[in-house]
């Protein structure tokens, strides 16, 4: 071999070693969303992953699994304990820790600007789902919100801005739902527990006379031909959780953990401008199909939470136990 012919080998031998080294540092995490492909959710999923790719110049890449195609998002949520599956974008699972029903807990947020200071980094009720997981051995990056929540009712529903006007409807509330039991009870309601999957016959057989715990865009996925009422009490903020196992994102080098996160606050920001929209347009189409359409101003919003913080939290403060119960009260400024 002659030298030109020799230099040319080792020009392209050190190109295929380059090549092979920038493979083997590349990294691909997984992430399950129980988004279904082609959902808002499953297209922010993979914002999520297109945002990490291109912040790491395609060094770290996210592979996205919508539609719980790894497993159940119960499931899901202990695999990504146990690092078999890196990231996820869902709920939080309450039953290991029933500190995590903050993020459901009755007006711990009663409008998009305090869901949105709340739920993030550093904000009061982000920080306290921080210290729950992080203790299982998960990072929470940022929220994925879904929209303020209220009640659907097939009926219609007598002095629905007097909170002392008494009901004669039994509500629908989803199995272990004590928070909300006492919500409803508290304004007048009658309850009744009922799995999801049986609440649009319960609702239209009369075994109960509506439902809460969802919001006006999900009603309308699932109730929308049986609804006469809508009730817009903003009572919880809908909301997924991305979030990472702590191992996983600790071994990344601190560049790859600032695009991570950098990517998953984008997305959440995005998506709490679009969400208060989105659900606006669900009220619209709410009217536009002759419902009923029950909202507050933000002085009647104010009124009800502050009537649920003072009577209703002291009855359901052992769903989130005394520790974190007043740590909420504190961030809120009611101690």
């Not at 540092?25 to 297209?43: C, F, N, V």
């Not at 709340?118 to 210290?131: Q, Y």
């Not at 002095?159 to 409803?184: C, I, Q, S």
């Amino acid at each position: 071999m002659n030298k030109k012919n020799y230099l040319q080998t080792l020009c392209c031998a050190a190109i295929l070693s380059a090549g092979f080294a920038a493979m083997a540092s590349a990294e691909t995490l997984r992430l399950s969303t129980l988004k279904q492909p082609g959902s808002d959710g499953a297209i922010a999923a993979q914002h999520f992953a297109d945002l990490v790719s291109e912040k790491t110049d395609g060094e770290l890449t996210v592979k996205v699994y919508p539609g719980s195609q790894l497993g159940d998002w119960t499931e899901v949520y202990e695999q990504v304990i146990e690092g078999a599956v890196d990231i996820a974008m869902q709920p939080l699972a309450t039953s290991s820790d029933k500190r995590l029903a903050i993020t459901w807990f009755p007006y711990a947020y009663s409008d998009y600007d305090t869901a949105r200071v709340a739920l993030a980094p550093g904000g009061s009720v982000f920080e306290i789902v921080k210290e729950v997981i992080g203790e299982q051995g998960l990072t929470p990056l940022a929220v994925y919100g879904s929209g303020m929540g209220g009640a659907g009712f097939p009926t219609e529903v007598n002095d629905p801005y007097d909170l002392d006007a008494k009901h004669d409807l039994k509500v629908r509330v989803w199995p272990g739902g004590t928070t909300h039991k006492v919500l409803l009870e508290n304004l007048g309601y009658h309850t009744a527990a009922v799995p999801f999957s049986e609440l649009y016959t319960a609702m239209q057989t009369g075994v109960v006379d509506g439902q809460i715990g969802v919001t006006a865009t999900i009603t309308l996925e699932n109730f929308a031909d049986i609804t006469k009422t809508w009730i817009q009490y903003n009572d919880h903020f809908e909301s997924d959780f991305i979030f990472m196992n702590s191992d996983s994102f600790n071994n990344l080098s601190p560049e790859f953990q600032d695009a991570i996160r950098e990517a998953a606050e984008q997305v959440s920001n995005e998506q709490f401008i679009a969400v208060e929209a989105a659900d606006e347009a669900s009220l619209q189409k709410m009217r536009d199909m002759g419902v009923t359409v029950v909202t507050y101003d933000k002085e009647q919003l104010e009124a009800i939470a502050d009537r649920v913080r003072s009577q209703v939290w002291p009855e359901i403060k052992d769903e989130l136990g005394d520790e974190t119960y007043e740590a909420l009260r504190s961030a809120l400024n009611l101690n």
